[in-house]
């Protein structure tokens, strides 16, 4: 075999690397997202999608660079989170303890281009939580409602000020956390409120803001 041709079947190798390489790389457009995100098959347990919206818009407008889901379901919720932390250059972790939840929503991140957005951790949120490292500026809680407070203690001293946190379903389950949501009334270091981004499952979420 001549040098011309070795070369020539070497520039041929380095190009497919390269073009495997940037398939793999690639991502869906915004356009493309959305309307995956229309034939997203949510279940139940997944964020409805006006409040998933709302999320995406809350993490844009803090410019939050370093939040934590918990309880990710299928990952409906941190696909639109993890769109509004692509855009900010932030990083989202979400837990969930069930393993076939966990690969689905691995599963869902990858089809939309996320994996190195969202980091997935299968555990008990309340073993994980508290050995996460570093400070965050956004979180959203959406899993077992009699364990919410002790969710946001064992992330509380980590958050830093002017962190936005959203607690879902505070409304029909109020009675299973009256705990937390006692925690937050005229609490002077918080400032929250409740609100309906969506009617679909005619609930509610609390948005809490740090203030010191």
Same mark, same amino acid.
């Given at each position: 075999?001549?040098?011309?041709?070795?070369?020539?079947?070497?520039?041929?190798?380095?190009?497919?690397?390269?073009?495997?390489?940037?398939?793999?790389?690639?991502?869906?457009?915004?356009?493309?997202?959305?309307?995956?995100?229309?034939?997203? #098959?949510?279940?139940?347990?997944? !964020?409805?999608?006006?409040?998933?919206?709302?999320?995406?818009?809350?993490?844009?407008?803090?410019?939050?660079?370093?939040?934590?889901?918990?309880?990710?379901? !299928?990952?409906?919720?941190?696909?639109?989170?993890?769109?509004?932390?692509?855009?900010?250059?932030?990083?989202?972790?979400?837990?969930?303890?069930?393993?076939?939840?966990?690969?689905?929503?691995?599963?869902?991140? #990858?089809?939309?281009?996320?994996?190195?957005?969202?980091?997935?951790?299968?555990?008990?949120?309340?073993?994980?939580?508290?050995?996460?490292?570093?400070?965050?500026?956004?979180?959203?809680?959406?899993?077992?409602?009699?364990?919410?407070?002790?969710?946001? #203690?064992?992330?509380?001293?980590?958050?830093?000020?002017?962190?936005?946190?959203?607690?879902?379903?505070?409304?029909?389950?109020?009675?299973?956390?009256?705990?937390?949501?006692?925690?937050? #009334?005229?609490?002077?270091?918080?400032?929250?409120? !409740?609100?309906?981004?969506?009617?679909?499952?005619?609930?509610?979420?609390?948005?809490?803001?740090?203030?010191?």
């Amino acid at each position: 075999m001549s040098k011309t041709q070795m070369l020539f079947l070497t520039l041929c190798a380095f190009l497919a690397g390269a073009m495997t390489l940037a398939a793999a790389d690639a991502r869906p457009t915004d356009a493309e997202r959305e309307k995956m995100l229309k034939e997203f #098959k949510r279940i139940p347990l997944n !964020t409805t999608e006006g409040d998933a919206m709302f999320l995406r818009v809350l993490v844009q407008s803090r410019n939050a660079q370093r939040g934590v889901e918990v309880g990710s379901a !299928t990952g409906y919720g941190a696909v639109q989170m993890g769109i509004g932390f692509e855009r900010t250059g932030g990083k989202l972790i979400t837990v969930d303890i069930d393993p076939k939840m966990v690969a689905a929503t691995r599963e869902n991140l #990858k089809k939309f281009g996320l994996e190195k957005t969202v980091t997935v951790v299968e555990g008990d949120a309340l073993q994980v939580l508290p050995k996460l490292e570093g400070t965050f500026d956004f979180v959203f809680i959406d899993a077992l409602k009699r364990d919410y407070l002790k969710y946001f #203690k064992a992330l509380e001293p980590k958050l830093r000020k002017g962190a936005v946190i959203v607690a879902d379903n505070v409304i029909k389950s109020e009675r299973e956390m009256t705990d937390f949501l006692a925690y937050f #009334k005229d609490n002077p270091n918080y400032d929250s409120v !409740t609100i309906r981004a969506s009617m679909e499952k005619d609930d509610g979420m609390l948005v809490i803001f740090k203030v010191r």
